[in-house]
């Protein structure tokens, strides 16, 4: 019997397609952020502004990317083991998913003057600590795998959640917002003079637990023989 027609392999070939989907949705989709924050053609002070539809599109592909992390690990497993050949690959892929998407962001919002310390922190230090870890001790952990914990575990699944909810902000926003100002032209102009910061704010609590996570979980690595968590 070909080994490859065994449900192990199979199963393998399916996670590993889910893990490639996630490394080709993130150029994607910061291709997009960038796109929808761009300055207007006919504006001569190049003032940035916003297509909440291409935020919306935005942030289902990011939604997709993150499912597929799930589906990966659900079908055939994150080690490699059970026909998989990538299964290496898999935390690279979430990293390179988080740091596309926190790098266009911080990217579009300085561009429109909305850059804030209390974004770009935790950004960078997710982003830093991905890269340095991977320069580091990418080679080691490359051989041996990632012996995952539920630290690691949290701190992966947090990012994405604040990072998804901070890219589809603008649009959630204008939602919380037309709720608020229901059908009434006082509520129309309560909220233009204060749009709710609700789903922003939101986004930047979660990532900043999963920034503080990310700094224990490469304390973890950095110290620990073998890799113990991700």
Known sequence: MNNRSNPAHISGALADG??????????IIMF???????????????????NLNL????????????????????????????????????DIADSFLIMGT???????????GLLHWSFAVPSFVLIGRDLFLGIFK????????????????????????GTCILVASPWLSNLIDNIRAGNTAEGALKVYDSASPLAWNSGLVILWVAALLSLITAYQLLTSKVGNSK
């Not at 889910?18 to 150029?27: E, G």
């Not at 997009?32 to 916003?50: C, E, N, R, T």
């Not at 990418?138 to 959640?161: N, P």
């Open 102 to 112: 926190l790098a266009a962001l911080l990217w579009v919002t300085n561009k429109a």
């Open 138 to 161: 990418g080679i080691e952990f490359s051989k041996q795998g990632f012996l995952e914990t539920r630290l690691g575990d949290m701190k992966s699944a947090l990012a994405m959640l």
């Open 55 to 90: 935020v919306l599109l935005a942030s289902i592909l990011f939604a997709i990317a993150a499912v597929t992390d799930i589906l990966d690990d659900y079908v055939g497993g994150s080690l490699r083991k059970n026909g998989r050949l990538l299964g290496w690959f898999d």
């Open 18 to 27: 889910l893990t490639l989907v996630r490394v080709i949705l993130t150029p």
């Open 32 to 50: 997009i952020i960038i796109k929808a924050w761009s300055p207007k053609p006919d504006d001569p002070m190049g003032f940035v502004s916003l």
